[in-house]
């Protein structure tokens, strides 16, 4: 798979879920900038098993830092462009 497919199929995976859409907005509102697991099963109402498979992928795709202190903590990630093409579409479209 060369790299133009790969990014395909992470923008795919990425926003193939309505899950994953739910952490992106919720780790891209001005509030708070860090969120733990737990954190964000309480802001988008997701199971913990869910929770977990979402972070997974949107940390694969580079849309979302993991910071490994007890417990994790994810936020957006920044120096990604594609992560910032992503938060402007959800302010220009009111999704956030």
Do not use: C
């Not at 798979?1 to 199929?9: L, R, T, V």
């Not at 907005?25 to 860090?34: F, G, H, N, Y």
């Not at 795709?61 to 402007?88: C, H, M, R, S």
């Amino acid at each position: 798979m060369n790299d133009n497919e790969h990014e395909k199929k992470a923008i795919e995976e990425g926003l193939s879920s309505i899950g994953r859409l739910r952490i992106l907005r919720a780790l891209a509102s001005r509030e708070v900038a860090s969120h733990t697991r737990y954190g964000l099963r309480r802001i988008t109402g997701l199971k913990a098993e869910d929770v977990n498979k979402h972070l997974k992928v949107l940390v694969e795709t580079g849309w979302v830092k993991q910071y490994d202190f007890n417990p994790p903590v994810y936020t957006l990630n920044a120096d990604n462009p594609k992560t910032k093409i992503l938060l402007e579409f959800f302010e220009k479209t009111g999704y956030l």
